[in-house]
């Protein structure tokens, strides 16, 4: 496995990102040429830390898929927009430019976000023809554009199901201070577009702390549009479940949900039917 931290400091942010990677290596007696899907994992933490539960462990599991992965360590305040989206777009912009190197299909770009991550995983599919992202790094926008999107429980409305905290620390960089142009400019289920790529997402019904209607507002937004989506409610669970299971479960004994744990063999089934993990 290859395993990089590669340095993201895009010209326009004022704090630099951190991409690790968990690159298979192709071998000469199962397929030497093959290329496969990567999976940008986008932890959570409201943009205010960034989760080692929603990183590694998640990773790790996509690897076992077929998958390459990588972990963004994405800037939180007191940075604020757009640093971390900027660091995400070059992310994407890297491994597609490095595709030959790393074995990857650079026409399988996947991001997957978690609670705030899931936001920023959501910039990128949204706002990935906006100048503010592709400009400043001197990319095409189809460059920093991902092919699907996986969303965990994520942020996405500055309304009235917002994360509050979220916007706060995304738009200024601190506590219970929020710039409410930026925030609405940034409120996900009105930058849905034809253009948008296809998203699974999941989410309970009784989140505590970002509100389901987050995860169905954005639903909504892709099938008024035609974008292919897919959404799994799961009556009751934390927020922050990761991957559910005692391996991500929270010092304090909480954090697993048997039932919500599926999420993730349906991701990969809805990830094989959408660009193929296995198929050229």
Known sequence: MICEEILLAPRGAATQGKLKT???????CIDPDRTRPVVIVCPGGGYRFVSPREAE??????????CHAAVLDYAVAPAHWPDASLQLA???????????EYHIDPRKVVVAGFSAGGHLAATSGTLWNDAALYGPLGEEPRAIRPDAMILSYPVITSGEFAHQGSFDHLTTGAPEQCDAALAGALSLETRVTADTPPAFLWHTADDGHVPVENSVLFFSALHRCGVPAELHIFPHGYHGLSLATP??????????QPECAQWLELARRWLDA?????KE
């Open 274 to 278: 959408t660009l193929g993990i296995y």
């Open 57 to 66: 462990p998640v990773a790790l599991q996509f690897v076992a898929m077929g």
């Open 247 to 256: 391996e991500t479960m929270r010092a304090e004994g909480n954090g697993t």
């Open 90 to 100: 070059m992310a994407i912009a890297h491994v597609r430019a490095h595709a030959a």
């Open 22 to 28: 968990y690159f298979l290596e192709n071998e000469g």
